[in-house]
């Protein structure tokens, strides 16, 4: 039921400040948000590696001009530069939000986008590591899609991220499920209309369970992003029944989110990968995760309360 207004407040401006000019908001931030700087993130990437692998995600989106656009590029490169620099390339890649390299500028948004995106994976392949590209609400879904076809002719390693609630995507997982694909799937985060995407989580989760089958049973190379314990109950199965060894896909799960549980299944020798986000800019994304779970957002409540 609070679903969809904290989504509607994830994109306002005037709860924005009212969120993050609360004091004790930031606790709370903090549990999800590995970091302001790079600096503050490193020992935490560097602690996560020694069990599971990571991807590393500069917090923003929607930027507004092509200067923070060129930002977002410049914070990229830098951190890509320091993960080589570290030693961490092999088990630390980065996420990346088309929104936040340009993609929703009034003009030729996409062309920046993926001029932008081209240039951060330039950084990744210079040490070694790779990038995948989030995904947002489903008026960017053919947008972001097409900018990955064009990055993958230079750069096949690049994946994206597809968003089970949508009704396209399971022909989407058919169309990405060839050689080379990596596909992270995850259940979808934004407010979306029922014309496009299932509303229940029942219909959500069967979508799930349709696309991770399609891709398990492809050539590409699925990531199966869900905290949810049936889900990866069953992509465990799955694996089995399409005979992947434990080295032919990957669990994902969000910083701050199951970590009992991420080590639990690193321990099995399965991959696991953290989603790390880090940076000044996290409104958006700390208000989708208040809206995926109540528990959250009662806690968030108490300490408005008792400020
Ligand atoms: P579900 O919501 O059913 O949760 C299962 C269980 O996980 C809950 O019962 C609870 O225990 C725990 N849990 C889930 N969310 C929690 C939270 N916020 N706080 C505390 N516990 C929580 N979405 C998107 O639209 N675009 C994207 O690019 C991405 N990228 C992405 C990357 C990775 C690595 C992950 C794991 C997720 C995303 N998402 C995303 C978010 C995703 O769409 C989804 O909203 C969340 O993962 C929650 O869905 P679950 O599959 O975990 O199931």
């Given at each position: 039921?609070?679903?969809?207004?904290?989504l509607?407040?994830?994109?306002?401006?005037?709860?924005?400040?009212?969120?993050e000019?609360?004091p004790?908001?930031?606790?709370?931030?903090?549990r999800?948000?590995?970091?302001?700087?790079l600096e503050?993130t490193?020992p935490?990437?560097?602690?996560?590696?020694?069990d599971?692998?990571?991807t590393?995600?500069?917090?923003?989106?929607?930027?507004?001009?092509?200067?923070?656009?060129?930002?977002?590029?410049?914070?990229?490169?830098?951190l890509?530069a320091?993960?080589?620099?570290?030693?961490?390339?092999?088990?630390v890649?980065?996420?990346?939000?088309?929104?936040a390299?340009?993609?929703a500028l009034?003009?030729d948004?996409?062309?920046?986008?993926?001029?932008?995106?081209?240039?951060?994976?330039?950084?990744?392949?210079?040490v070694?590591?790779?990038?995948?590209?989030?995904?947002e609400?489903?008026?960017?879904?053919?947008?972001?899609?097409?900018v990955?076809?064009d990055?993958?002719?230079?750069?096949p390693?690049?994946?994206?991220?597809?968003?089970?609630y949508?009704?396209?995507?399971?022909?989407?997982c058919?169309d990405?499920?060839?050689p080379?694909?990596?596909?992270?799937?995850?259940?979808?985060?934004y407010?979306?209309?029922?014309?496009?995407?299932y509303?229940?989580r029942?219909?959500?989760?069967?979508s799930?369970?349709?696309?991770?089958?399609?891709?398990?049973a492809?050539?590409?190379?699925?990531?199966i992003?869900?905290?949810?314990?049936?889900m990866?109950?069953?992509?465990g199965?799955?694996?089995?029944?399409y005979?992947?060894?434990?080295?032919?896909?990957?669990?994902?799960m969000?910083?701050?989110?199951r970590?009992?549980?991420q080590?639990?299944?690193?321990a099995?020798?399965r991959?696991?990968r953290?989603?790390?986000?880090?940076?000044?800019?996290?409104?958006?994304?700390?208000?989708?995760?208040?809206?995926e779970?109540p528990?959250?957002?009662a806690f968030?409540?108490?300490?408005?309360?008792g400020?």
């Amino acid at each position: 039921m609070l679903r969809t207004p904290l989504l509607i407040a994830a994109r306002s401006a005037r709860c924005r400040a009212l969120v993050e000019h609360t004091p004790l908001t930031r606790g709370l931030v903090d549990r999800f948000v590995a970091g302001e700087t790079l600096e503050e993130t490193m020992p935490v990437v560097t602690g996560l590696t020694r069990d599971r692998l990571v991807t590393l995600d500069h917090l923003g989106e929607d930027v507004a001009d092509a200067t923070q656009a060129e930002a977002t590029v410049a914070a990229y490169t830098r951190l890509l530069a320091e993960l080589g620099r570290a030693g961490l390339a092999g088990r630390v890649e980065v996420s990346v939000k088309l929104s936040a390299v340009g993609q929703a500028l009034p003009e030729d948004g996409e062309k920046i986008a993926l001029h932008n995106a081209r240039r951060i994976c330039e950084a990744a392949a210079e040490v070694g590591s790779t990038v995948t590209l989030d995904m947002e609400d489903h008026t960017t879904t053919d947008s972001t899609l097409g900018v990955l076809r064009d990055l993958r002719v230079d750069f096949p390693w690049v994946g994206a991220v597809l968003q089970a609630y949508l009704r396209r995507t399971e022909a989407d997982c058919r169309d990405l499920a060839g050689p080379g694909s990596r596909v992270r799937l995850c259940k979808g985060a934004y407010d979306e209309p029922a014309s496009v995407a299932y509303r229940t989580r029942a219909e959500v989760d069967l979508s799930y369970v349709r696309c991770m089958r399609v891709l398990m049973a492809g050539d590409g190379y699925p990531m199966i992003a869900s905290h949810d314990p049936r889900m990866v109950a069953i992509a465990g199965a799955l694996a089995a029944r399409y005979e992947r060894s434990p080295d032919d896909y990957e669990h994902q799960m969000l910083f701050g989110i199951r970590d009992a549980e991420q080590r639990r299944i690193a321990a099995t020798g399965r991959r696991m990968r953290v989603y790390v986000p880090f940076g000044t800019e996290w409104y958006g994304y700390f208000m989708r995760r208040l809206a995926e779970r109540p528990a959250n957002l009662a806690f968030f409540l108490r300490s408005l309360a008792g400020r």
